[in-house]
T-cell receptor
Framework: ETGVTQSPTHLIKTRGQQVTLRCSSQ?????VSWYQQALGQGPQFIFQYYREEENGRGNFPPRFSGLQFPNYSSELNVNALELDDSALYLC????????????FGQGTRLTVV | AQRVTQPEKLLSVFKGAPVELKCNYS??????LFWYVQYSRQRLQLLLR??SRESIKGFTADLNKGETSFHLKKPFAQEEDSAMYYC???????????FGTGTRLTVIP
């Protein structure tokens, strides 16, 4: 399987805690984007990583941070969790520049209680 | 700023009937527009993009810059078309997508 894989699939955290979500990109893709999809909404861009550097960021506070590793996999970290952080977090991998198709993972369902 | 609007959250049509899912956008530059689809229990996947001008699974979408629209159309809906459809915009030079809120299409047998 060379598609985008995310882990874990589900998790429950308590308000104020920290969480790390993981993503392995599609083979050959060196760009990873993270999206938050709240219930009933479309995916909303959090940030993108390319060559281990943040390469664009949406309207999310600094407590949302990320990493990209040399093998192009990525982590999304969220500190000081709030109830409104409950959502499906999607990872998408692509190649940079030009017209490109983003391949999405199945997502991680985060519930903050 | 950019915005993607899908006015219908839910759309139901009978099998064999034409279907049109609406998408309007606002963006001052030259956007690239996409339709993504999510079938039940599957991941979000690209259906088509405007620059390809192709028909995928019988669906077409034409970018109308005058009306700032990118409506998705299919002349004869099939049951397997039932899914969640998202319109998305990519700004020129960017590599991230702005999504609409989605339309859930149900094709009634």
């Amino acid at each position: 399987e060379t598609g985008v894989t995310q882990s874990p699939t589900h998790l429950i955290k308590t308000r104020g805690q920290q969480v790390t979500l993981r993503c392995s990109s599609q083979s050959g893709h060196n760009t990873v984007s993270w999206y938050q999809q709240a219930l009933g909404q479309g995916p909303q861009f959090i940030f993108q990583y390319y060559r281990e550097e943040e390469n664009g960021r949406g309207n999310f506070p600094p407590r949302f941070s990320g990493l990209q590793f040399p093998n192009y996999s990525s982590e999304l970290n969220v500190n000081a969790l709030e109830l409104d952080d409950s959502a499906l977090y999607l990872c998408a991998s692509s190649v940079p520049g030009g017209v490109t198709e983003a391949f999405f993972g199945q997502g991680t369902r985060l519930t903050v209680v | 700023a950019q915005r993607v609007t899908q006015p219908e959250k839910l759309l139901s049509v009978f099998k064999g009937a034409p279907v049109e899912l609406k998408c309007n956008y606002s963006y001052s530059g030259s956007p690239e527009l996409f339709w993504y689809v999510q079938y039940s229990r599957q991941r979000l996947q690209l259906l088509l993009r405007h620059i390809s001008r192709e028909s995928i699974k019988g669906f077409t979408a034409d970018l109308n810059k005058g009306e700032t629209s990118f409506h998705l159309k299919k002349p004869f809906a099939q049951e397997e078309d039932s899914a969640m459809y998202y319109c998305a915009l990519k700004r020129s030079g960017a590599n991230n997508l702005f999504f609409g809120t989605g339309t859930r299409l149900t094709v009634i047998p």
